[in-house]
C-alpha cells in the first residue's frame, strides 16, 4: 500500500508560479511511474507530466516549457514546479503512482491551484 499526500496550491496571479510536492508514504521510485493529473470543473482529467523509474519524463503539450517534474529520493517526494502560470492552469492537481506489472494506481488527495487576477 502507499499513500501519497500533496501540498502546495494556492492562489497565484498570471505568470506566477507554483510548486506542488507530493509526499509517499515510503520509496517507490524504483517500482513505479509518477505523475501529476489535474482536474478542472466541467472537464475531463488531464495527464500533466510523468516521471518513470529510469527518470524520463513526459509533459502534455500544453505545459511544456512551462512545467517541469522532479523527485527527490531521499524524500520520497515528487514535485511539480509550475512557471509562467496562466488561468487555463487552474484545476484540481492529483498526483498518481503506477505499479507497472500489477497496474496499481495510487492517488492522492488533490490540492486545488487557482490562477487568476
Known amino acids: 500500500q502507499v499513500q501519497l499526500v500533496e501540498s502546495g496550491g494556492g492562489f497565484v496571479q498570471p505568470g506566477g508560479s507554483l510548486r506542488l510536492s507530493c509526499a509517499a508514504s515510503?520509496?517507490?521510485?524504483?517500482?513505479?511511474?509518477m505523475g501529476w493529473y489535474r482536474q478542472a470543473p466541467g472537464k475531463e482529467r488531464e495527464l500533466v507530466a510523468t516521471i518513470t523509474s529510469g527518470g524520463s519524463t513526459n509533459y502534455a503539450d500544453s505545459v511544456k516549457g512551462r512545467f517541469t517534474i522532479s523527485r527527490d529520493n531521499a524524500k520520497n517526494t515528487v514535485y511539480l514546479q509550475m512557471n509562467s502560470l496562466k488561468p487555463e492552469d487552474t484545476a484540481v492537481y492529483h498526483c498518481?503512482?503506477?505499479?507497472?506489472?500489477?497496474?496499481?494506481?495510487?492517488w492522492g488527495q488533490g490540492t486545488q491551484v487557482t490562477v487568476s487576477s
Open positions: 498518481n503512482a503506477f505499479l507497472v506489472g500489477p497496474g496499481w494506481h495510487y
Open positions: 515510503r520509496n517507490i521510485f524504483g517500482t513505479h511511474v
